[in-house]
């Protein structure tokens, strides 16, 4: 049977989920093209350049420069911080409390996370259902980018304030328009000209999947891949800027605004080759946020019939946090103890950036080479961030010349923060990040992800018979 009489573009919510045991000869799915991979390379690349630019680097930094400017040294409050010298210790007055730069920085990044997790939950149906999935990403991408040219606004030192009250609107783009386009990955796999091909010869549940899985693998690889040659090109713009305006604020302000135009641009750009493959359509009488509600709400209902599904997303969670803190506690030492300028922190980021596609890559082709799957690849990937943690968290016990103390070494925020409040170190704050990582990959080495795929299966099946879709 030729792979091109199959379509996916009507297949109900329940078919999508049973399609490897209910894909017949009457189905006809589209197959997966060329032009569409590659637009999905494209556009994953366009918003990470905003959210490892700009939200992970660029925007903490003028929030913490700024906001340290503006504050006084902690020894004495008459008197002016002096952000020239390496490890100064300032605080800035905040709704009548004096905080640390740096912590209120990590706050303002928690606080991002927060709504953007609130934000995605509360339109997460339209992932799911009708055809909307690309006009959400090119409207989010454009509020965005917005938020980016907003940073214009911020004028001068006592005008942090502007600069953290726009961080979490673009936190919130970003993260929804990474959960949209992620969304298309499951519908990529079982679209795939190879797995179509393998349904069709009548292969066993277990082959299809294991191809699925591959396939998908595949494409979020050279996705991180190509996201990170893209986010590489920006840097190179943000340092010749940074380098032209003498290191300035309007240097972080024109960067900050021009990965948001890049963004926008290129998500236009790619959007006609960009497959909508819209899912069913929403049940009558419900809207998107009312009924993204309760689907969360039934799920979370359900935790005993999906134990799997929920020891992933808490694995997930666990580790996403972890990970996510690493970065956010590393560039604040940088800058505050190591006394980083914003152009070393460019570089740092360029050479992070560059490191982390040849490791996608290199990771690809390891995987493929000794066929690994995907849970021992994400095992041997967590190992390595393991490491690195036990190093940045041990070694500053035993030595003050090692352990992040030094430039070239830099190749939960909100906990973080809250652990420096406490003990005055910030390297401390990394037991933090260290503590999740080792929790999160103990759960993750308990899942079975088959039986997790067969749970979700058996759940969606009893649920649609309970409560039959409406036409």
Same mark, same amino acid.
């Given at each position: 049977?030729?792979?091109?009489?199959?379509?996916?573009?009507?297949?109900?919510?329940?078919?999508?989920?049973?399609?490897?045991?209910?894909?017949?000869?009457?189905?006809?799915?589209?197959?997966?093209?060329?032009?569409?991979?590659?637009?999905?390379?494209?556009?994953?690349?366009?918003?990470?350049?905003?959210?490892?630019?700009?939200?992970?680097?660029?925007?903490?930094?003028?929030?913490?420069?700024? $906001? +340290?400017?503006?504050?006084?040294? @902690?020894? #004495? !409050?008459?008197?002016?911080?002096? &952000?020239?010298?390496?490890? %100064?210790?300032?605080?800035?007055?905040?709704?009548?409390?004096?905080?640390?730069?740096?912590?209120?920085?990590?706050?303002?990044?928690?606080?991002?996370?927060?709504?953007?997790?609130? $934000? +995605?939950?509360?339109?997460?149906? @339209?992932? #799911? !259902?009708?055809?909307?999935?690309? &006009?959400?990403?090119?409207? %989010?991408?454009?509020?965005?980018?917005?938020?980016?040219?907003?940073?214009?606004?911020?004028?001068?030192?006592?005008?942090?304030?502007?600069?953290?009250?726009?961080?979490?609107?673009?936190?919130?783009?970003?993260?929804?328009?990474?959960?949209?386009?992620?969304?298309?990955?499951?519908?990529?796999?079982?679209?795939?000209?190879?797995?179509?091909?393998?349904?069709?010869?009548?292969?066993?549940?277990?082959?299809?999947?294991?191809?699925?899985?591959?396939?998908?693998?595949?494409?979020?690889?050279?996705?991180?891949?190509?996201?990170?040659?893209?986010?590489?090109?920006?840097?190179?713009?943000?340092?010749?800027?940074?380098?032209?305006?003498?290191?300035?604020?309007?240097?972080?302000?024109?960067?900050?605004?021009?990965?948001?135009?890049?963004?926008?641009?290129?998500?236009?750009?790619?959007?006609?080759?960009?497959?909508?493959?819209?899912?069913?359509?929403?049940?009558?009488?419900?809207?998107?946020?009312?009924?993204?509600?309760?689907?969360?709400?039934?799920?979370?209902?359900?935790?005993?019939?999906?134990?799997?599904?929920?020891?992933?997303?808490?694995?997930?969670?666990?580790?996403?946090?972890?990970?996510?803190?690493?970065?956010?506690?590393?560039?604040?030492?940088?800058?505050?103890?190591?006394?980083?300028?914003?152009?070393?922190?460019?570089?740092?980021?360029?050479?992070?950036?560059?490191?982390?596609?040849?490791?996608?890559?290199?990771?690809?082709?390891?995987?493929?080479?000794?066929?690994?799957?995907?849970?021992?690849?994400?095992?041997?990937?967590?190992?390595?961030?393991?490491?690195?943690?036990?190093?940045?968290?041990?070694?500053?016990?035993?030595?003050?010349s090692f352990g992040l103390r030094n430039v070239w070494e830099g190749v939960g925020p909100f906990i973080a923060g809250a652990i420096f409040s406490a003990t005055g170190d910030y390297r401390r704050a990394f037991w933090f990040p260290l503590a999740l990582a080792v929790v999160g990959t103990g759960i993750l080495w308990m899942i079975d992800m088959d039986r997790g795929k067969d749970q979700a299966q058996k759940f969606a099946r009893e649920r649609d018979a309970a409560s039959p879709p409406e036409?």
């Amino acid at each position: 049977m030729s792979t091109d009489k199959f379509n996916l573009a009507n297949i109900s919510d329940t078919d999508v989920v049973n399609n490897e045991e209910k894909q017949t000869h009457e189905q006809t799915v589209r197959p997966l093209k060329r032009t569409e991979v590659w637009a999905w390379y494209v556009q994953s690349s366009t918003f990470c350049g905003y959210g490892w630019i700009s939200a992970f680097m660029l925007v903490p930094v003028l929030i913490q420069d700024m $906001a +340290s400017k503006y504050g006084v040294e @902690v020894s #004495d !409050h008459s008197v002016p911080c002096n &952000t020239t010298v390496a490890s %100064f210790k300032c605080v800035t007055k905040i709704f009548g409390y004096y905080v640390d730069p740096g912590a209120f920085s990590l706050y303002i990044s928690s606080l991002g996370s927060i709504l953007s997790f609130f $934000a +995605s939950l509360s339109i997460s149906a @339209v992932a #799911d !259902h009708g055809p909307y999935r690309k &006009t959400l990403l090119i409207a %989010f991408s454009a509020i965005g980018c917005l938020a980016c040219l907003l940073f214009f606004t911020v004028q001068s030192p006592e005008h942090y304030w502007i600069a953290a009250a726009l961080s979490p609107v673009g936190w919130i783009c970003f993260n929804i328009c990474s959960v949209f386009a992620h969304s298309f990955l499951p519908v990529y796999g079982r679209v795939h000209p190879d797995v179509l091909a393998a349904v069709a010869r009548g292969e066993s549940k277990s082959v299809v999947r294991k191809l699925e899985e591959q396939v998908i693998n595949d494409i979020s690889a050279w996705g991180f891949t190509f996201a990170n040659i893209g986010v590489i090109l920006i840097y190179g713009v943000c340092i010749g800027l940074s380098i032209w305006l003498q290191e300035n604020y309007m240097s972080l302000e024109i960067a900050i605004a021009f990965t948001g135009v890049w963004w926008l641009m290129w998500i236009v750009i790619v959007s006609p080759w960009l497959d909508a493959r819209p899912g069913p359509p929403m049940p009558k009488g419900q809207n998107w946020i009312a009924y993204s509600w309760k689907k969360t709400f039934k799920t979370v209902a359900a935790v005993r019939q999906l134990p799997e599904i929920f020891k992933f997303m808490v694995a997930w969670f666990i580790l996403s946090d972890g990970i996510n803190t690493i970065t956010a506690i590393m560039f604040v030492i940088l800058y505050r103890d190591l006394a980083f300028s914003h152009l070393s922190s460019l570089y740092v980021n360029g050479l992070l950036s560059l490191f982390a596609g040849i490791g996608a890559y290199g990771f690809m082709l390891v995987r493929r080479m000794w066929k690994l799957s995907t849970m021992t690849t994400n095992m041997i990937c967590l190992a390595l961030y393991i490491i690195e943690l036990l190093y940045l968290v041990v070694v500053p016990y035993f030595t003050t010349s090692f352990g992040l103390r030094n430039v070239w070494e830099g190749v939960g925020p909100f906990i973080a923060g809250a652990i420096f409040s406490a003990t005055g170190d910030y390297r401390r704050a990394f037991w933090f990040p260290l503590a999740l990582a080792v929790v999160g990959t103990g759960i993750l080495w308990m899942i079975d992800m088959d039986r997790g795929k067969d749970q979700a299966q058996k759940f969606a099946r009893e649920r649609d018979a309970a409560s039959p879709p409406e036409h």
